[in-house]
């Protein structure tokens, strides 16, 4: 599992105000979204006295492509089997206990589909520390990445928001440009990216020590 978690099982719904960004009342639920000082929240190899300004996920949209495909692939099995009339008929050389454990095959592998776009959403996040920027890349149950680098190897933080629903929904690719030879870090479709880069921008200079 990647090497994030969030420590109480049970996160209530939190309300958090940020008076840095005009005020704008922004809810936290399960830390779904654009989140500063998540609470309970802790990494691999963070410092004990580190703390975590801010969290980024891609934006709850861009799940609206697995979505709406789970979607479809769950109904169009019954409306397959009621548009046959009798799907026994349609393949009578099988028996009806193997008619019947291939439907269950189908909306398990459905089911997987769905828990793995889930994961791939939820576990793929950008934590910004006091100390620097941690990337997690999460590509399936059994591999993950981690990439860090410390504030004061950050050269340049910029953004891209093009597009219509990027700017209606105000979302869009973060991108940390890093000194050194070292891996340049990117968020990509992730809600309120200037915001997001004024944070990394206003804390260069201030820490990133490596002790």
Do not use: C
């Not at 009339?85 to 095959?105: E, T």
């Not at 994961?119 to 890349?137: A, E």
């Not at 004061?152 to 990027?166: S, W």
């Amino acid at each position: 599992m990647p090497d994030i978690f969030i420590a109480n099982s049970k996160v209530k719904t939190q309300t958090h105000i940020d008076k840095k960004s005009d005020g704008i009342r922004k809810i936290n639920r399960l830390h779904l979204r654009f989140t500063r000082d998540p609470e309970k929240i802790t990494f691999q190899h963070q410092k004990q006295d580190e703390k975590i300004i801010l969290l980024l996920r891609r934006h709850f949209i861009t799940n609206l492509s697995w979505l709406l495909i789970s979607a479809v692939l769950i109904i169009a099995f019954p409306i397959f089997i009621s548009v046959s009339n009798d799907f026994a008929n349609l393949f009578p050389f099988l028996p009806n206990g193997l008619l019947f454990f291939s439907a269950l095959f189908y909306y398990l592998i459905i089911l997987s589909y769905i828990l793995i776009s889930f994961m791939d959403w939820f576990y793929n996040i950008t934590l910004i520390t006091d100390r620097g920027v941690v990337d997690i890349d999460y590509s399936n149950i059994v591999y993950h990445d981690v990439a860090m680098t410390n504030l004061n190897l950050i050269e340049d933080v910029n953004y891209t928001k093009v597009g219509f629903i990027r700017s209606l929904l105000n979302y869009g690719d973060l991108f940390v440009q890093t000194a050194g030879g070292k891996e340049n870090l990117e968020a990509l479709a992730v809600p309120n990216p200037a915001e997001a880069a004024r944070i990394i921008g206003e804390s260069i200079g201030k820490g990133g020590t490596s002790g």
